[in-house]
């Protein structure tokens, strides 16, 4: 916090050093911008839009995921997906398989040897809470490690906990809207490694990372990302997987990455969403960072994700 001016009139009294010890963060006003500038939202026809926050979450409701979703509902749904980021459905009872079929209609669905499997190889199986650790409570970007990580995912739980579990998402285009003008001018046109072995060792065994390490080696991604759809500056970094920034000495990479990655942090960018029985989120993975929350011990937390495959950041 900035300190207050001395109100003596000596001419030779100066104001006291005021820096904090860590400026990542600071207080005051953010530019909360939901569409890129000079976008207007339009409205919606085929469903009822209930936003959670003034950039990111919202819910959508009077639709049946059970039925035939149309070309124009799908068209729609990917219309409040870009604006929203992450959108929700409520009341969904739908299956596995059902759940793979709507994620089908946005491109191919991806596999993740790291993670358990659910009834096919697309689908990754969260199952918690009988064991304290959980490994999702980070701020992160779904597989960066990948030379073209995923468009989005579409999330279900199979057992929701009776309290605790929920999942935040954080808006990484209003992240970057608020960096300082000299933070943008660092990494504009920076590009930093991304690598798998970071975010997975902490609970994997060293046997299955040495068998997947070769197959999948560092990858190079912008600091920076231009949503391929909506054309808006995105920060794309992460702490689980995102090493160091090229051309930079260690210190000075590791230093701008800690203040990078503090960015998710800020309230204002995020939405929090509270699960029920088959609830459904929907996020876009280019724009987004989220955190599962764990704090739902010893109560099981079992959640099913399918991952749409994406393309290459620029």
């Given at each position: 916090m900035t300190i207050a001016e001395n109100p003596t009139?000596?001419?030779?009294?100066?104001?006291?050093?005021a820096r904090t010890v860590d400026e990542a963060v600071v207080e005051g006003p953010r530019t909360?911008?939901?569409l890129a500038e000079g976008q207007e939202s339009a409205p919606y026809r085929l469903f009822e839009v209930r936003p959670l926050g003034p950039v990111i979450g919202a819910e959508i409701h009077g639709v049946d995921l059970?039925?035939?979703v149309s070309e124009e509902l799908r068209a729609e749904i990917h219309r409040a997906l870009l604006e929203f980021k992450v959108v929700f459905f409520r009341d969904q009872p739908i299956t596995s398989e059902r759940q793979q079929q709507i994620a089908r209609m946005w491109g191919d669905l991806e596999t993740n040897p790291f993670i358990d499997q659910g009834d096919d190889a697309v689908v990754a199986r969260f199952a918690k809470g009988k064991m304290p650790p959980s490994y999702e409570n980070v701020w992160h970007t779904d597989v960066?490690?990948?030379?073209?990580?995923?468009?989005?995912a579409i999330l279900r739980l199979v057992e929701v906990p009776p309290q605790g579990g929920d999942t935040m998402w954080a808006d990484m285009a209003a992240a970057y809207d608020n960096l300082s003008e000299d933070v943008k001018a660092r990494i504009d046109g920076a590009v930093a490694e991304h690598d798998v072995i970071p975010g997975f060792a902490r609970f994997l065994d060293r046997e299955r990372l040495l068998e997947w390490q070769d197959r999948f080696p560092p990858v190079h991604h912008p600091v920076v990302r231009t949503h391929p759809e909506t054309g808006r500056k995105t920060l794309f970094v992460n702490v689980s997987f995102t090493t160091r920034i090229l051309g930079m000495e260690r210190e000075e990479s590791d230093a701008l990455l800690r203040h990078l990655f503090q960015q998710a942090h800020v309230p204002e960018y995020q939405v929090r969403f509270r699960w029920e029985k088959n609830s459904i989120a929907f996020w876009d993975n280019r724009a987004t960072q989220h955190y599962a929350?764990?704090?739902?011990?010893?109560?099981p937390r079992v959640a099913e994700r399918v991952a749409i495959v994406g393309d290459r950041p620029y």
């Open positions: 009139t000596d001419p030779e009294t100066r104001l006291r050093d909360l911008r939901r059970r039925e035939e960066t490690w990948r030379r073209e990580p995923a468009l989005g929350v764990n704090d739902y011990h010893p109560h």
